[in-house]
């Protein structure tokens, strides 16, 4: 330690002789630092590059996505009031984007298209397709008219085939109801001048639709720019530019929301840098207020503060090229060093106006500073870098990367407080200190301490025991979904998507090497309760073929000349619609008459709708025409498509369909989606146990998520394994005592322990996020520690009421300032980080001043310190 003291003395000395230089060099080094870390600055937001690719399960993912890449896309989600609005809008999306190859590499329309379109009847059951057939042949007249004349007046005259067939008693007036009800509902929309549109398929399925029939979806593989703070922007932007161009909201009553893997990327960097320059304001200005309280001259607190900038520009540079780009986890080092750098720092300033205090003359003080603040500085920041350094091994890249800069860092900011720091205060001249620096008022407190020093032991350590049994229940939330807002719009839709099962947002999925093994995987995997749907390629071709294209045939050739008529009826004149409307309103109020059944009732609503419409301006009924006949148009053009089923084989499968689901070597894909609570974290781990059971070579959704739960545990764990390690050899070689590196370390681990209760005591659970709370604890920790054991090795007593804990309490505070801003983001990911932040510095903190003092006891006689 002797060696170490006269080194760091030397190098202060040193640095007063040349202060100018030392200053001068200093701030060319950080302005060229500056203009480095400027210049090479670059952000991967690509969160797959946060996991090392060693792993067995990321090869397999990533051999997986290089086959199947569509896993990798925007997800556009077009909802509309009706079903043939919702596929002409989606169709009118498609067509703009198409045409914009330069953003966009393809664009897929799960259970759309043209082949779904054609094919749509032959993957109706077949108990289903017979009756559909029959009432399509029983409709023949009817469609025959709106076929011939599309408009307001072929729609009344089908009204009045139906009061027609009441009349004949062909008919029950209850069973119009459904489609009196949904005229009704257009008509009073047109009526109130409102937006409105009319559901044929609504109509011919008899009930309103599901959510998901007036959802459909688009998987749009874009291209990225990952040098880019948020790569996918150009592509999510020129979507929503699109929809906004085709006047998505007016033309069609549809919204368009983008979610997926991208766009929520990308929307969750937007989230965490919300507020980021407010928080850093304030942040910096609390800092100086600290400061401030804890050095209270200006001159102090400036030195400080340059030196802490200068670090900090030094560890920017270093830090991008050690690391070529920062990653979402590593680029909060800057946070980091903030919060412990500036602990040397202080700890040297304080310690310099104690001095001061003692010898008035400004270079003596410095000197006497660095003796007795070298020793402790020294040791705490190489345990502290020791601590960050041993995040270098673990498979968790962006801790890793994290840990590499943080760790370099600490030796930075160390170096810049016993060189630029004494270099500044010798030039700056700060007054004497007429006061003491230690808080006398606590010396009740130290001796009360000291005469209940066994009894606070051993409550201590009964009530840290007796709360362990609370670590069984300490959780683990591996939905990363939970570390994003909710607010955003990806994430909102994401999970309005997991209550979708046609979604596949929480699929899994699988690659066999032909489509044969994977129909055989596919078998096994249905047998399995946890699983819902699996789809192969063969899902695309439909069973009992050779009975439904006849069924499918017979009805479109019987109903040919009323599908595609000869001569067209001519439309009738706005004068014709409104006698044709007021005829109906007779015939529809004579058959209501009394009545009072739903029939009755949706009657005399529609009547009173269509005697409004025969009242109103010509606007009024061309609006009612539009809203009847534009998604008539559709739903006829939809029939006749529908009509035209050919067989289907492996062979005619449209080729961008096999694409999806085989590579041009046949291999096979399967998707493999779960049953019941897609959003349950214990269902959806039950699920991917039970999908391994079958398929071990399983991959994405679920399985990427636990197995990344995994590596980043293990991560922690290992790396905490190694920072005890490295810590305690560290402390080992220096103080040469095995009951001194135990004084260090165990305060250190039952501030752990105690953070670890008290998460599970308010319901923080940990996630990705907020573990990273627990390495830190040890590099803030230790350097605690080191400097009560060092004061305590030195024969210092009442170590509450000293300067040392003057230092760590506005040291703290400091780094307190620092990490709690993280805990007002607006990234629940990053708040939650900041929580566990402020409660592990809480902890450790009282650890350090509390706890160590008491459990070290009376200091030794100094001739038995080695």
Not at 28 to 40: G, P, Q, V
Not at 65 to 88: H, K, N, S
Not at 97 to 115: H, V
Request: proline fraction near 5%; hydrophobic fraction near 50%; glycine fraction near 6%.
């Amino acid at each position: 330690m002797k060696t170490i003291t006269a080194l760091v003395v030397r190098t202060i000395h040193f640095c007063m002789r040349h202060a100018w230089w030392v200053i001068a060099g200093s701030i060319i080094l950080a302005l060229a630092s500056s203009w480095y870390a400027a210049r090479h600055f670059s952000l991967t937001t690509d969160i797959n590059q946060l996991l090392s690719t060693s792993s067995p399960w990321r090869q397999r993912e990533l051999v997986f996505e290089a086959a199947f890449p569509q896993y990798q896309t925007i997800i556009a989600v077009i909802d509309a009031p009706t079903v043939e609005l919702a596929d002409e809008a989606t169709a009118a999306l498609v067509g703009r984007l198409s045409q914009q190859s330069d953003l966009f590499r393809s664009i897929e329309q799960p259970q759309g298209g043209p082949f779904f379109a054609q094919s749509g009847l032959l993957f109706e059951p077949l108990d289903q397709l017979g009756p559909q057939m029959k009432a399509m042949t029983q409709a023949q007249r009817l469609l025959q008219n709106l076929a011939s004349d599309p408009s307001l007046g072929g729609v009344i005259r089908g009204l009045q085939f139906g009061v027609i067939g009441v009349q004949g008693g062909q008919l029950n007036l209850d069973d119009m109801a459904w489609a009196m009800t949904l005229a009704a509902n257009t008509l009073d929309e047109v009526n109130a001048n409102r937006p409105a549109s009319f559901s044929w398929h609504a109509l011919v399925q008899g009930s309103a639709p599901k959510p998901n029939d007036l959802r459909r979806f688009l998987r749009i593989r874009a291209v990225l720019d990952f040098s880019a703070l948020e790569p996918g922007h150009k592509a999510t932007d020129a979507i929503r530019r699109a929809a906004e161009e085709l006047n998505f909201a007016s033309a069609y009553q549809a919204r368009v929301r983008l979610t997926g893997p991208v766009a929520m990327a990308d929307e969750e960097f937007g989230t965490i840098k919300e507020n980021a320059v407010l928080n850093a304001v304030v942040t910096i200005a609390v800092v100086l207020f600290i400061l401030w309280l804890a050095l209270r001259w200006f001159r102090i607190i400036f030195a400080v503060f340059v030196s802490l900038v200068v670090g900090l520009s030094l560890t920017a540079a270093v830090g991008m090229m050690m690391v070529g780009a920062l990653n979402l986890i590593s680029v909060y080092f800057a946070v980091l060093f903030v919060g412990l750098g500036v602990d040397f720092g202080i700890q040297y300033s304080v310690r310099y106006r104690a001095e001061r205090h003692e010898v008035d003359g400004l270079p003596e003080a410095l000197l006497h500073a660095g003796r007795r603040a070298g020793a402790p500085l020294t040791l705490a920041a190489l345990a502290t870098a020791a601590g960050f350094l041993s995040f270098l091994p673990t498979e968790y890249r962006g801790l890793s990367e994290l840990g590499l800069i943080a760790g370099v860092g600490m030796l930075i900011a160390f170096l810049t407080s016993i060189t630029l720091l004494p270099a500044l205060l010798s030039r700056f001249k700060p007054r004497s200190e007429p006061h003491p620096l230690g808080y006398a008022a606590l010396a009740p407190v130290d001796r009360f301490l000291e005469r209940h020093r066994t009894a606070i032991l051993i409550v201590t350590a009964l009530v840290v025991a007796g709360a362990s049994p609370l670590l069984f229940w300490l959780r683990f939330d591996f939905n990363p979904i939970h570390l994003r807002s909710p607010k955003v719009e990806s994430v909102a839709t994401y999970i309005d998507l997991q209550q979708d099962p046609d979604s596949n947002t929480n699929d899994i999925g699988a690659m066999e090497p032909s489509l044969a093994a994977a129909d055989e995987v596919a078998a096994k995997l249905r047998a399995l309760p946890q699983v819902a749907r699996v789809v192969t390629l063969s899902t695309f071709i439909p069973d009992h073929q050779d009975q439904k294209l006849p069924l499918i045939e017979e009805t479109a050739n019987t109903l040919h000349a009323a599908l595609y008529p000869t001569k067209p009826s001519q439309a009738p004149t706005d004068a014709q619609d409104v006698g044709m409307l007021n005829s109906t309103v007779a015939a529809l109020n004579r058959l209501a008459g009394d009545g009072t059944g739903p029939g009755a009732q949706a009657a005399r609503r529609l009547a009173a709708a269509m005697t409004t419409l025969a009242g109103a301006d010509p606007a009024a009924r061309q609006r009612a025409e539009v809203a009847f006949v534009q998604p008539l148009r559709t739903a006829l053009d939809d029939l006749r498509n529908l009509l035209k089923a050919k067989g289907v084989t492996r062979d005619n499968l449209p080729p961008e369909l096999v694409r999806q689901w085989l590579t041009p070597d046949g291999k096979a894909r399967l998707d493999i989606a779960p049953s019941g609570n897609a959003n349950d974290n214990a269902r959806m781990e039950a699920f991917a146990h039970a999908v391994q059971t079958v398929e071990h070579n399983a991959t994405e959704g679920p399985i990427s998520i636990l197995q990344a739960r995994r590596t980043v545990v293990s991560a922690f764990l290992e790396a905490g394994i190694w920072a005890l390690l490295s810590i305690a050899v560290l402390l080992w070689i220096t103080l040469r005592r095995i009951g001194d590196v135990l004084l260090t370390l165990i305060p250190l681990l039952v501030a752990g322990l105690v953070t670890l209760e008290i998460c599970v005591l308010i319901g923080l659970p940990l996630n990705f996020a907020n573990i990273i709370a627990l390495p830190l604890l040890l590099g803030v920790g230790v350097a605690f520690k080191i400097y009560y054991i060092m004061a305590w090795r030195e024969g210092q007593t009442n170590l509450l009421q000293s300067v040392l804990t003057r230092a760590v309490t506005f040291s703290a505070c400091t780094t307190a300032t620092a990490f709690g801003s993280l805990y007002f983001s607006s990234h629940p990911g990053t708040s939650s980080m900041g929580k566990l932040l402020a409660i592990s510095l809480l902890t450790t903190m009282a650890a350090a001043a509390l706890f160590q003092p008491i459990l070290m006891g009376k200091p030794r006689e100094k001739h038995d310190v080695a």
